[in-house]
């Protein structure tokens, strides 16, 4: 293939012709895909279809110690689902909270604490000035827009090869008592599938910060979605990191069964030390008498221990690798060597990461919209919405059948050629 | 009956010694006696237990618009959730949020959001000095939670036979701009089970509110929970009566399907405005993908309408009645006539309200406990669990089997008696 930036003026405007009568053409066909969420398929949630029947009428509702799951109370979650969550986020069942369905109302929830209360007792973020948080970049933008309601200034960090430029952070929280937290997602990130080292993690763990309530969000949402046994990324444990470089409570680890069940559905939780569960605890008993403990008792009696929830993972796997080989594939063999855009292949997670040329992305998504393929804004992937580049691009192959996902990627690479055409030209 | 304040220094020396025998008796059989908490029993659980089968691994999953409820999405409720949560809440399905499985959640995150980012944009109210809040009292302690929380002021107004006096809060509202909201359970109240009149319902919904952003924070916890056929209380709709009143944003209605289902596994919701549920959809944009619509679907294809509520309704009060007549028999036959104590027998709900001698309630309270017999804590109905007359006390029948709250209530009635007379003879 001969790179884009190689080919002459005018060869670039017969392609450009080219690539325009294929763009109205698919226009022509009425195509209406999603590609924007990261969404379980529906093939992937008949898999937990049998969490359905595990409680009936019958069942005895009371949780091992007792206690009667259909009634008021146990404001941290019932002993087996703690047991159960440890397993899954690898830190002992006393280390753990269970909350309701949604991990992100969990650190929505954790923000909103300690801007109205304080971390641990200290001042309330809404009485501090210029309250900072580390945003990765790219990163999840519902973990944006969380700091953004708060009123937090956000201040991008590259992503590197092996998690965000450690450097920068190590700098930046060391220097300023005003940056509060950061967000990251360690494994399999959101969204380009990349898995932190076991330096990145360390030096995490070593973190001094200014700012004694500084915290780690440590979204581990993607813990257990490989998508193949081998090569099978794993992270060290950021509790147990935190606690050998004496700062044991410097992180919050949020975690949820939401893509191993019903994301709708599941049970989401927080592991922090005992002083930071202990604060939040605080909280918790005001705003609550308890979270959905039948919920718990069913995710505990039909996945039975990690091993269940490993198998469920593999049936996952085995349903969303094709999609993200067919993209990786697509991506390969329709831009290698074009030089007009690049990608990573990830072990795991929800999404692939596409960098177009600067200044293309937003076009490319807008596009891809009018031709009845909607993509994750472009732009959403950074603090405020704003791709400092506007390159990049999140692609979520789960959802959509792998038919109607070839179609939509067919769709989008036509859009990035096109794209990229129209801007070499601009600048030759 | 001869009232205890009538009789003799003798005679009432010689009743102490014999309600002393008796309570050294009571403390000798070693009691462990629940009597604290408005919880449903055991048996008004098994009531529910048909709703663990009504949706299995065969049932379609997925609204009445189509919307796969196992998935991620539909942040206000599916529509067939919000027509029977509007059914029993007295509002057009327009008018609902569907949260998660508490409504004292819901209303923790309302004050949470008036807190932190104003009332449809007002200041907030952490930027405000001297919120207050206006509190009935007695009432529910975890209201008065969450406002101490956020360092709310409260301030006490009497509940008097047909609701909180009106006169004190029409005052209180329109002179101060610094009384934000004031706390009502208008139906069957807890503490006391009374019912607002017509009268006051229209008293609220005409307030003239110095500041712009007092909230009515209507928590309509016991709508259905009547305990007759006849009487069964009836109040004004509130939103419909503020709206009447061109006050159609003053009020927030809170309801959940928690003493109908199951306490820890219901649905809540809130109905307001449109102008005040698109203020709370700003914050639930950010704070969650979406409520668990599993559970809505569960409830809806479980009651079918308000007309399957009703009849689970007359179950629950089949097994409260006999629970309820057995509290306020036994207060009539121990304690009436001796002038030690009043009581207010309620048509529904879930408390008998008690008022001692000024000055008893914590010891009689102590009493009990030390012999096996935990009630709510004494002040507990009041904001920062002051009582100022130490006389309030909650009886919360609905938990224990019969027999153990008839056991419950001789102790308690025995504490009565022994408090009372000692208060009388100190008086002497």
Redesign the interface.
Same mark, same amino acid.
């Given at each position: 293939m001969k790179a884009y930036k190689d080919m002459s003026r005018e060869e670039l405007l017969q392609l450009k012709s080219v690539l325009e009568d294929l763009y109205k053409e698919f226009k022509g066909r009425g195509l209406s895909l999603d590609m924007s #969420?990261g969404?379980?398929s *529906?093939e992937q %949630?008949d898999l937990?279809?049998?969490m359905?029947?595990v409680? =009936?009428?019958f069942?005895d %509702?009371r949780c091992e110690v007792g206690i =009667?799951?259909?009634? &008021?109370?146990?404001m941290d979650g019932v002993p087996e689902a703690k047991r159960l969550l440890g397993e899954l986020i690898e830190v002992p069942a006393d280390n753990i909270i269970i909350y309701?369905? $949604?991990s %992100?109302?969990v650190m929505?929830?954790v923000v $909103?604490h300690a &801007?109205? /209360?304080g971390v641990m007792g200290m001042t309330p973020w809404?009485k501090q000035e210029n309250v900072k948080f580390l945003c990765p970049v790219p990163g999840y933008d #519902?973990h944006f *827009?969380?700091t953004e &309601? !708060?009123g937090i200034d956000m201040i991008n960090v590259p992503m590197l090869e092996d998690g965000p430029d450690m450097d920068m952070i190590e700098k930046l929280v060391s220097e300023n008592d005003t940056i509060k937290g950061i967000w990251c997602v360690p494994k399999y990130s959101n969204p380009q599938g990349i898995t932190y080292s076991d330096e990145t993690v360390r030096r995490f763990a070593n973190l001094k910060p200014a700012a004694k309530d500084f915290r780690i969000f440590w979204d581990n949402a993607y813990n257990v979605h490989h998508l193949y046994a081998e090569p099978r990324d794993i992270i060290l444990e950021i509790l147990n990191e935190c606690e050998k470089a004496g700062n044991p409570d410097m992180v919050y680890k949020f975690s949820s069964t $939401?893509k191993i069940s !019903?994301?709708?559905?599941g049970v989401a939780a927080i592991s922090a030390s005992q002083a930071n569960l202990a604060d939040l605890k605080k #909280?918790l008993?005001?705003?609550?008498?308890? /979270? =959905?403990? %039948?919920?718990q008792l069913r995710h505990v009696r039909y996945f039975k221990s990690i091993n269940g929830i490993m198998k469920q993972m593999e049936k996952h796997a085995a349903i969303m690798r094709p999609k993200f080989e067919a993209v990786i594939d697509m991506l390969e063999k329709e831009l290698g060597g074009l030089e007009i855009g690049s990608w990573i292949k990830p072990h795991g997670g929800y999404f692939i990461s596409f960098d177009s040329l600067d200044g293309c992305a937003k076009k490319i998504v807008r596009l891809a919209k009018e031709a009845g393929v909607v993509m994750t804004d472009a732009g959403a992937t950074y603090p405020y919405g704003k791709d400092p580049h506007d390159s990049n691009i999140r692609i979520a192959p789960s959802f959509p059948p792998i038919n109607e996902l070839i179609t939509a990627m067919e769709l989008f690479i036509l859009c990035v050629k096109l794209v990229s055409v129209e801007k070499i030209l601009e600048m030759k």
């Open positions: #969420r969404k379980p *529906a %949630l937990s279809m049998g359905m029947d409680l =009936d009428c069942t %509702l =009667d799951c259909r009634n &008021y109370g146990v309701g369905n $949604s %992100l109302n929505f929830d $909103s &801007y109205t /209360h809404c #519902r *827009a969380i &309601y !708060f $939401s !019903f994301p709708g559905s #909280r008993k005001v705003s609550t008498i308890g /979270h =959905d403990k %039948l919920n």
